[in-house]
């Protein structure tokens, strides 16, 4: 009879452990080394074993006295998401799936189920190809699943259709019940409870899900910090196959109409709009010798993003249509959604102490979140990294987007209508920063596991979909660096 698989751990393939005589242990992975702490003489030479398949259980027993410095060590290496999972029938055997973390701190769980539970697959997990491998994701999951055996491709695709463990066990080459622990703890599976919401998607759990289309919640978390292993921002993945694309389109072959010959009495002057357009640039670099002011704050803030008016539309549903409210603010946004929120990380402000804020726009003003020290640095060095710089902004605004508030009405196209209100809404802070001579920079990636963790709000509730930094722009010499 074959065994049920087992769960073993190892370094991931791109990792390397250096322990030094001092019991210092230095990971390397990717052109980077940091030191891990110092261990007991023995812990560097049980160390080496992580290079090799190690039982995943042996680090949730204390049978030894080094084993709480040994699983010191691994969770570790797992908060850094340097460490692999392996799935196979015996110590020596094949594996059957390799358990790739997409979080930092992703630890497997192994939750109880029984033969009576009915498992389906989540509407949010894909199978596709990755180079010669094929793999299972979910924008859900902490983790992704690399299928060895093609014949538990075969199984889960079963579970389009609600499955019983029982009937599930009796499939031919059934790999197991921890796998299919794993896949529900990663919510690349779930258990149903009830039936499902009068035809409506199954709610997995989270009625806020139900508002989610595939496409979004994916390209959301793929195009985000937080959620996944890939490597962000300008890596020039294609700079050796081919040639940059020239900055400035070439011309089509028709006929061209000159519109020059229309400016022939052109104004000496230009108007105050235009003005602001060819003076907006992005600074990086901020004076933090003269920061930015609580006065200047509350101008920029009230030029940019307050409510102005409230108002209800009743949808032409019939009598029990429901009423949908609305704002007016200064910037446009999709079908009158105004579903942005804005969130302040305020390193350094004069008249306003250090720490993380949400805008109150009806109110026009700033309501403290209280949130941990290391939490609040880490939000603003991330952004100082995004943009290239050793120091921190002075106020980093975090835009985010109450998903709900724009799927409701637009579903499949609903987070490329929060994108485009991203880009309006970026270009409104460039222009109030330039009117009141402050410096500014739009900032492409936010870490949105960070953010859930400092507000407590789930990813798919509300989340950032942009940043901004905000400051005194310094006096010495101009910005080099523009957009």
Same mark, same amino acid.
């Given at each position: 009879?074959?065994? $049920? ?19 210092? @242990? ?9 030191? +891990?702490?110092?261990? $007991? ?8 074993? +992580? ?11 204390? %049978?030894?006295? $080094? %084993? ?63 180079? =010669? ?18 014949? @538990?491709? =075969? ?15 009796? #499939? ?90 229309? +400016? ?5 002057? @230009?108007?105050?709009?235009? !003005?602001?357009?060819? #003076? ?11 920061? @930015? !002011? ?19 539309? &009743? *949808?032409?549903?019939?009598? %029990? ?20 929120? +804005? ?6 402000? &004069? ?8 805008? %109150?726009?009806?109110?026009?003003? *700033? ?7 290391? #939490? ?19 106020? *980093? ?77 310094? #006096? ?8």
């Amino acid at each position: 009879m074959v065994g $049920s698989p087992t769960l073993s751990v190892r370094l991931g393939s791109h990792v390397t452990l250096e322990p030094h005589a001092s019991g210092e @242990i230095v990971v390397h992975v990717q052109g980077q080394s940091f030191s +891990l702490g110092t261990f $007991s003489t023995g812990i560097a030479d049980r160390a080496s074993e +992580l290079g090799s398949s190690v039982p995943f259980s042996s680090f949730e027993a204390d %049978d030894q006295p $080094s %084993d709480d410095e040994m699983h010191l060590l691994v969770r570790r290496l797992a908060m850094h998401g340097l460490l692999e999972y392996r799935l196979r029938r015996s110590p020596q055997g094949r594996d059957l799936v390799v358990i790739e973390p997409q979080v930092p701190d992703y630890w497997p769980r192994l939750p109880q189920l029984v033969d009576k539970d009915i498992l389906v697959l989540s509407r949010f997990a894909y199978m596709r190809r990755r180079g =010669s491998d094929m793999v299972l994701e979910s924008p859900r999951a902490g983790a992704l699943f690399k299928i060895v055996d093609p014949k @538990i491709a =075969s199984l889960i695709a079963s579970l389009a259709e609600p499955q019983a463990v029982n009937s599930l066990r009796k #499939q031919s080459g059934f790999p197991g019940i921890e796998l299919l622990a794993l896949m529900v703890d990663c919510q690349v599976a779930f258990k149903m409870r009830g039936q499902s919401d009068n035809g409506l998607r199954l709610v997995e759990g989270d009625d806020d899900l139900v508002l989610w289309d595939f496409h979004d919640l994916l390209f959301h978390t793929r195009s985000t910090e937080g959620r996944h292993a890939n490597p962000l921002g300008g890596v020039y993945r294609y700079a050796r196959r081919f040639p940059p694309q020239p900055a400035v389109r070439p011309r089509w072959p028709g006929k061209e109409f000159k519109l020059k010959r229309f +400016l022939t009495k052109r104004q000496e002057t @230009i108007s105050p709009v235009a !003005t602001l357009l060819r #003076q907006r640039h992005s600074t990086r670099v901020f004076d933090d010798q003269r920061p @930015i !002011t609580i006065d200047e704050l509350s101008r920029f803030l009230e030029g940019t993003a307050p409510v102005l008016s409230e108002g209800t539309n &009743k *949808l032409g549903f019939g009598n %029990d249509g429901p009423a949908v409210g609305y704002t007016v603010r200064p910037y446009p946004s999709a079908g009158a959604s105004f579903e942005l929120e +804005l969130y302040l990380a305020v390193d350094k402000c &004069k008249g306003l102490r250090q720490g993380f804020y949400h805008y %109150d726009a009806s109110e026009h003003g *700033l309501v403290s979140i209280e949130v941990r020290n290391n #939490q609040l640095e880490a939000m603003l060095m991330k952004g100082a990294f995004a943009m290239g710089v050793p120091s921190l902004p002075q106020i *980093l605004i975090t835009m985010a987007a109450r998903f709900g508030r724009i799927s409701w009405k637009y579903s499949s196209i609903a987070y490329a209508l929060i994108l485009k209100d991203v880009g309006v809404l970026t270009q409104t802070l460039y222009l109030m920063a330039t009117e009141l001579g402050l410096g500014g920079c739009a900032i492409g990636i936010a870490n949105i596991d960070l953010f859930a963790r400092m507000t407590g709000l789930g990813i798919h509730v509300e989340g950032p979909v942009g940043q901004f930094a905000l400051g005194r722009e310094p #006096q010495r010499e101009p910005n080099l660096h523009s957009a």
